[in-house]
């Protein structure tokens, strides 16, 4: 069978390196809450890291053994994962990262990828939707199409509070819109002062 199914993605790499790669990315991952990186890497990463959090939401000793032989840093990030990451996640039952193609940023031209964990700081979804609402409701424009409505309901659903949060976010949005709109009325008053 040409082209069969395989377990994984061999990354053109030997096993102990192809082990070292991807607990580096994990280990990236749950540090910084977001990385960047080639999409066949960020796949094979996400793999590991929705098997991590499972560890870390049943919070057992032998999960607690298992997660940290897997972290090149455990003491920083076991914390992390068996406190926060656990609560964030406990209602969640899958689906804990997200994989977004990005244009190739390397000079071979590789797909890249962004891998982040959801429902925290840095959702780059979370932000895009509650940008999309802000525009629209600038525009006069009450009703959501149903994309943008099925967005919402996946940004909110798990998130706690998830509705108020998206609503904080809209209006951060107006207050940073103003304030830019304030400076660009102030610099153009003082162009036309320059110019007389």
Known sequence: ???????????????????????????????????????????????????????GKKNTEASRKRALSTFYTPHEILPKLFGPLRERYAE????????????????????????ELVDGPKDMRFALTARTVARRREQGLETLNDMTLTNVKKVTQFRKDGVEALEREISKLKIVKEKEGKKAGVKEK???EAEE
């Open 190 to 192: 003082a162009e036309k």
């Open 92 to 115: 969640r039952p899958g689906g804990y990262t997200r994989v977004l193609r990005v244009e190739p940023k390397k000079d071979d031209q590789a797909a890249s990828a962004i891998l």
């Open 1 to 55: 069978m040409a082209g069969g199914a395989a377990k994984y993605r061999h990354l053109s790499r030997s096993s102990s390196h192809r082990q070292a790669l991807l607990r580096n990315l994990v280990t990236s991952l749950f540090k910084h809450e977001s990385i960047t990186t080639t999409w066949a890497k960020a796949k094979e990463a996400q793999r590991l890291a929705e098997k991590l959090i499972t560890l």
